[in-house]
């Protein structure tokens, strides 16, 4: 069985006076039964991660550059994170590959130094609407699966987030059939590179997750937790998605 998970994505959201809200969410979520992880701007890693400490929350990244240290200005190394308190790092956001253009190659060169410097992946993979449109949004999901997660890698420092591309920042999510078509297939790809230990990978779904569409996300078939956005910058709306998902 999967490890549950609740991710928080920030997002380019907060600065110094959004730390209230980290208060808040280690008070509120005090007799959690699942993993919870926010990832916020990483100017605010450091301190959020020193607030969280004694508490369940855990602190992450949302990328990090392949190489541990050079001649890359503006770039964050994984090992950089690490020292910061980050444990995770989200890696291939459906943003980074839109705006930056992050092929699947340079997710899993991320990917492998992420976790070969403590950290776990939470690695992201999804469908555009046109391709949904299409029919192919398994076709897809299979092989951003494939090209994003490295070789011979360490599949307990591995998650993977689904997440539509369609449905995040929109209101709309799929439909809890097709949430469940796409994490069913996930699992069965996984299953066939990697064996039984695929099972153990957390698979997240993420996309306009909000208290009140948790718990019949949470039901469907191999889902873990969620990678929540907006939903996550509130304490009193992420607490209740880590209290939904506790109970589920
Ligand atoms: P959203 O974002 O919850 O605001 O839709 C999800 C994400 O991008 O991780």
Not at 116 to 125: F, K, P, S, T
Not at 209 to 220: D, L, M, R, W
């Amino acid at each position: 069985m999967a490890r549950k998970l609740a991710a928080g994505n920030w997002k380019m959201n907060g600065t110094t006076a959004a730390l209230a809200e980290v208060a808040a969410l280690t008070a509120a979520i005090g007799d959690a039964t699942c993993e919870v992880l926010l990832c916020p701007p990483a100017t605010l890693i450091s301190r959020m991660a020193d607030m969280a400490q004694g508490s369940h929350l855990m602190v992450g990244g949302q990328t990090c550059h392949p190489n541990g240290s050079g001649a890359h200005t503006g770039d964050i190394s994984a090992a950089m994170l690490a020292d910061a308190g980050a444990t995770h790092v989200i890696l291939g956001h459906s943003e980074r590959r839109a705006d930056h253009g992050e092929t699947d190659e340079a997710v899993a060169a991320q990917a492998g130094a992420a976790i070969e410097a403590g950290l776990i992946a939470v690695i992201c993979v999804g469908e555009t609407e046109a391709e949904r449109d299409a029919d192919v949004t398994l076709n897809v999901v299979s092989s951003q699966l494939a090209g994003s997660v490295p070789e011979g890698t360490d599949l307990s420092h591995v998650v993977i987030a689904y997440e539509p591309v369609w449905a995040i920042g929109t209101g709309r999510t799929p439909t809890l059939e097709q949430i469940a078509e796409v994490h069913d297939h996930m699992r069965a790809d996984l299953a066939e590179r990697f064996g039984n230990g695929a099972h153990d990978i957390p698979l997240l779904y993420g996309g306009s997750v909000k208290p009140s569409n948790a718990a019949e996300i949470f039901a469907v078939s191999n889902v873990d937790g969620a990678l929540v956005g907006g939903a996550s910058l509130k304490a009193a709306d992420f607490s209740g998605i880590v209290s939904t998902l506790s109970a589920a």
